[in-house]
């Protein structure tokens, strides 16, 4: 795949776009449907089994974080709309100040939510920004309404893409994070990140596909390749703007499966 980048979007992402692998295409031609595997498979994982490409009239998403304001949860579920990440956290130091109010709005509206962390592992350790993500917002239940937290972990919008870390050194960091994550609430984390930064920022590892859903970010009408290990994708971010506020996505597989997600 050939990547080409794009400066940071507002809310500190970078994405890459380019040409969809031709074998992932052709997949999803062949295979229309997806296999439901059981919730045990789901809660550790990814939940689906299936090439890895999500349809458009699969559950539709969307991220927020402290630059959507005001949002109208109720017009956003009216749009089709069933589930929602909303940053909490970011570094050791940030709490965003909209994730209470965007966070009880979408559980108002009858939307499956989760937070989600931007990590910044240049600054403190991988259990540290858990423990912080944890604290304001980052929690996990099993009632059916309560997706795992996420760790997004990709370009540095300050610096270094990598954080000054070696790929050796990137893994631990989030070996330590996932590790911290569920010890607190017996799930791992699912990560969100591009195939391109992941492959150049911790060699492309495949230490975390067994245990972690995967959220992919590409801006394409096709996932293309994805990180090593994973075979699928649970969500993919298609696109940073739409009908609906905030960045767009989309859940690999139904509404059962979505909701098994966020049972346990």
């Known amino acids: 795949m050939v990547a080409i980048f794009v400066p940071s979007l507002p809310n500190g992402r970078q994405m890459d776009t380019g040409t969809p692998a031709r074998h992932r295409h052709a997949a999803m031609k062949a295979s229309p449907l997806l296999v439901f595997l059981s ?6 994982a990814a939940i689906l089994s299936g090439p890895g490409i999500a349809k458009r009239a699969d ?9 959507q304001t005001d949002i109208d949860w109720t017009t956003v579920k009216n749009n089709g709309v069933t589930f929602a990440y909303i940053k909490a956290t970011e ?41 912080f993500f944890l604290a304001h917002g980052g929690g996990w239940s099993g009632d059916g309404i309560t997706l795992p ?10 610096g270094d893409e990598c954080y000054d870390l070696t790929a050796a050194e990137m ?26 930064w992941w492959t150049s920022c911790t060699g492309n590892s495949a230490a975390f596909a067994a ?6 970010a590409r801006y394409s009408s096709s996932i293309g390749t994805l990180p ?15 009908s609906n506020p905030g960045d767009q996505d989309m859940f690999n597989g139904n509404a059962a499966g979505l909701k098994a997600i966020a049972s346990g």
Not at 39 to 44: G, Y
Not at 211 to 216: A, T
Not at 228 to 242: I, N, P
């Open 39 to 44: 919730v045990t498979a789901c809660c550790n």
């Open 59 to 67: 559950p539709q998403g969307i991220d927020v974080s402290d630059y």
């Open 91 to 131: 570094g050791t130091s940030f709490i965003s100040d909209e994730f209470s109010s965007q966070y009880t709005g979408a559980t108002n509206a009858g939307l499956i939510r989760g937070g989600y962390h931007f990590a910044h592992p240049d600054e403190s350790s991988g259990a540290t920004q858990a423990s």
């Open 149 to 158: 937290g996420a760790l997004d972990i990709e370009y540095n919008p300050d």
């Open 171 to 196: 893994v631990s960091w989030i070996k330590d994070f996932s590790t911290t994550y569920h010890s607190a609430t017996t799930r791992y984390p699912v990560i969100y990140t591009t195939t391109d």
């Open 211 to 216: 245990n972690s859903p995967l959220w992919i």
């Open 228 to 242: 090593a290990g994973w075979e699928y994708t649970t969500f993919w971010q298609y696109a940073d703007s739409g």
